[in-house]
């Protein structure tokens, strides 16, 4: 949880390395594989998921705001171009470092993120557009965001 206090986690969920979410996705492998008429029916998203979704969204330097949780009850009062049209209610939720204190930041006012297969999707709540960084997110800690499969 962000700060290491769960009242965030019941609002904004755990945060994850790149490592743990491949782990999660193993298991989930594992489990369909054993479950064959009865699959879990979630999974990671791939970069192809976020792909599709940004054009969808009317493309990268938009789609931000159309995932973002609207007001400033869970971003920081710059979040007013957020519309959520997507349906998505993505919530400020932080990250955690990948450095050696494993510091805490942008909690609710800033940030929010998810790891897709190593990258690290970014929101801001001062912009209506999202981005990805390579690499960034298989260290640090950041929300993970499962796909109906």
């Known amino acids: 949880y962000h700060s290491n206090d769960p009242a965030t986690g019941a609002v904004s969920g755990k945060l ?84 050696s204190n494993g510091a805490f930041g942008g909690y609710t006012a800033e940030y929010s993120g998810w790891v897709v297969n190593g990258e690290l999707v970014k929101l801001f709540s001062n912009s209506s557009a999202c981005s990805t960084t390579l690499g960034e997110g298989k260290r640090a800690g950041h929300p993970l965001r499962l796909i109906k499969a």
């Open 16 to 99: 994850y390395n790149w490592y743990a979410v491949k782990l999660l996705q193993m298991d989930i492998d594992y489990y369909n594989a054993a479950n064959l008429t009865s699959p879990w029916g979630w999974r990671v998203s791939t970069n192809e998921d976020f792909n599709i979704l940004v054009a969808h969204l009317g493309g990268a330097s938009i789609a931000g705001s159309k995932m973002k949780k609207e007001g400033i009850v869970y971003w920081s009062s710059s979040n007013v171009d957020s519309d959520n049209s997507s349906g998505l209610s993505l919530l400020g939720s932080g990250y955690r470092s990948f450095g």
